[in-house]
Nanobody, 126 residues
Framework: EVQLVESGGGLVQPGGSLRLSCVASGFTISRYGMGWARQAPGKGLEWVSGISGYSGSTTYADSVKGRFAISRDNAKNTLYLQMNSLKPEDTAVYYC???????????????????WGQGTQVTVSS
């Protein structure tokens, strides 16, 4: 059974940093494209970042490029999202996602994912 459990969210001041974690079970993350999406209050799900299976190629939404970094620790079967220079508009529930097919495709849309975690709240406010 695929399970994705996010953690690391919280309240942070503008300009601050957070690192989100997504512990995966039931599969090996190095083989699958994975990524992050977020949903702000009253808005739809927005894709944030993706990482491919195998090679680990990464891609980012323009809104977070240069501030966020996605990575994975294969030994811990865990996906990360390092978020720096946070802005109030980054406030959202952040979700970890997984593609159903193994492979080197770099996911770059919420439609590319088939499984999601329960989410972790990030609030950026002074």
């Amino acid at each position: 059974e695929v399970q994705l459990v996010e953690s690391g969210g919280g309240l942070v001041q503008p300009g601050g940093s957070l690192r989100l974690s997504c512990v995966a079970s039931g599969f090996t993350i190095s083989r699958y494209g994975m990524g992050w999406a977020r949903q702000a209050p009253g808005k739809g799900l927005e894709w944030v970042s993706g990482i491919s299976g195998y090679s680990g190629s990464t891609t980012y939404a323009d809104s977070v490029k240069g501030r966020f970094a996605i990575s994975r620790d294969n030994a811990k079967n865990t996906l990360y999202l390092q978020m720096n220079s946070l802005k109030p508009e980054d406030t959202a529930v952040y979700y970890c996602g997984k593609r159903s097919r193994a492979g080197a495709y770099v996911p770059h849309s919420t439609k590319d994912y088939d499984d999601w975690g329960q989410g972790t709240q990030v609030t950026v406010s002074s």
